[in-house]
């Protein structure tokens, strides 16, 4: 099992939160034991053969031991499954929000690429997003002009660029999720973006017409 280095669990702790942690253990077959309101939470991950983990949530952020706590909480959830940081907050991240990652496909002798092409690839991966955006929100939009506010919204608020891989130019964006009381997952406009980029317009039309009205 692999133990990271605590200088690197505790960058990938301040990224992170409680929430995110206990919306990740909810969504991939823990079990919450207890819950001491805004202080603690207790989780467990059963087995075929028996317990395959027990932790300590901390949820309380203003207590001195907050941050040493918190890192061996991550410490144990990466032993668990056998992840280095990086891969430890990707999945976590990945609860809340939908991530896809862009590579540059090209030799790098010394390991860097020229500023503009950094700034290029920037451009171009949000104008996709933008694109993306913007059918979802209206099919027969032409793309040119006036977009509506909730696509401004979401391109200025929901989409993220995340950590790059570590040793590469791969590029991580990253929209939240969130989540809307009453209306599924997948009426969601954040959620009809991230699969537009998969499908076409027509199909994402038909999609809103199923959902309930907000």
Not at 44 to 56: A, K, N, Q, V, W
Not at 87 to 108: G, N, T
Not at 134 to 156: K, N
Request: charged letters at 25%.
């Amino acid at each position: 099992m692999k133990r990271a280095p605590l200088d690197t669990l505790g960058e990938i702790a301040s990224t992170l939160s409680p929430p995110a942690v206990s919306q990740y253990l909810a969504t991939h077959d823990w079990q919450l034991e207890t819950r001491d309101q805004d202080v603690k939470e207790i989780w467990r991950l059963p087995g075929e053969d028996g317990l395959l983990g027990r932790i300590m949530l901390p949820l309380a952020t203003d207590y001195v031991d907050f941050r040493g706590r918190f890192r061996d909480t991550l410490q144990a959830l990466a032993t668990i499954y056998d992840w280095d940081p990086a891969q430890l907050a990707e999945q976590i991240a990945a609860a809340r929000a939908d991530l896809f990652f862009v590579r540059l496909d090209q030799e790098m002798t010394d390991g860097t690429i020229p500023f503009r092409q950094a700034e290029t690839t920037l451009e171009a991966l949000f104008a996709m997003m933008k694109a993306a955006a913007t059918t979802a929100d209206d099919p027969t939009h032409s793309h040119r002009g006036r977009r509506s506010a909730t696509v401004t919204d979401f391109l200025e608020d929901d989409i993220r660029l995340g950590h790059t891989k570590r040793g590469s130019f791969v590029f991580t964006v990253v929209t939240r999720l969130g989540d809307i009381p009453g209306v599924p997952e997948k009426c969601t406009f954040r959620w009809l973006v991230t699969t537009t980029n998969g499908r076409s317009g027509h199909t994402r039309a038909s999609s809103r017409l199923s959902c309930p009205v907000t």
